[in-house]
Structures are given as C-alpha cells and as structure tokens.
C-alpha cells in the first residue's frame, strides 16, 4: 500500500512565491516519474511539471522559468518551487508518483489528496 501526503500551498500575492512539498510512503519498489498537476475551478487538470527517475524535468509552457521541479530520492520527495506567481496560477494542486511496488508489476499512479493555491492580484 502506498500513502502520498502533500503539503504547502495558500494565499499569496502576485509577483510572490510558495513550495510545496510530496511525499510518498510504504510498499515502493521504484519510482519512474513524479510530477505536478493542477486543476482550476471549471477546467481540466493540466499537467505543471514532471521529474524522470533519470532527473530530466519537463514544464507546462504556461510555467516555465517560473517554476522549478526538484525530488529528494532517499525521501521520496518531490518539490515545486513556484516564484513569481500570477493569478492564473490559482488552482488545486496534486502531486503525482507513476511507481512500482515490485519488480515484477507494472507502474501505477499515486496521487496526492491535493492543495489549494490562490494567487490573489
């Protein structure tokens, strides 16, 4: 059984920063990609950043330069550090683990229970 807790998030004005933080826990055998999503009242969720196993990073065009995806291995740990907000930033945000519990299944997907970021203007 895996456990995804996430953290961060709240109320910022524009131009300011926030991090949020996910972390799984339990049964993990390896993690292939962690990512970042997040989903505005009335939209889609759309994907925000995403990590490989190898470390390469991928970001949302809507993101980049503004955002920075970052993991911590040893803690199952993935990190968005989100500067210079805007309010079209204002979403829920999830976090993501696409991971195997052993060697011998396939990856399935652990999301976090999701935080609300509000950019105010």
């Known amino acids: 059984q895996v456990r995804v807790v996430e953290s961060g998030g709240g109320l910022v004005q524009a131009g300011g920063s926030l991090r949020l933080s996910c972390a799984a826990s339990?049964?993990?055998?390896?993690?292939?990609?962690m990512g970042w999503y997040r989903q505005a009242p009335g939209e889609q969720r759309e994907q925000v950043a995403a990590i490989t196993s190898g470390g390469d990073k991928n970001y949302a065009d809507s993101v980049k330069g503004r955002f920075t995806i970052s993991k911590d291995n040893a803690k199952n740990t993935v990190y968005l550090q989100m500067n210079t907000l805007k309010p079209d930033d204002t979403a829920v945000y999830y976090c993501?683990?696409?991971?195997?519990?052993?060697?011998?299944?396939?990856?399935?997907?652990?999301w976090g229970q999701g935080t609300q970021v509000t950019v105010s203007s």
């Open positions: 993501n683990f696409r991971l195997r519990t052993t060697p011998w299944t396939g990856t399935t997907d652990y």
């Open positions: 339990g049964t993990i055998f390896s993690i292939n990609i």
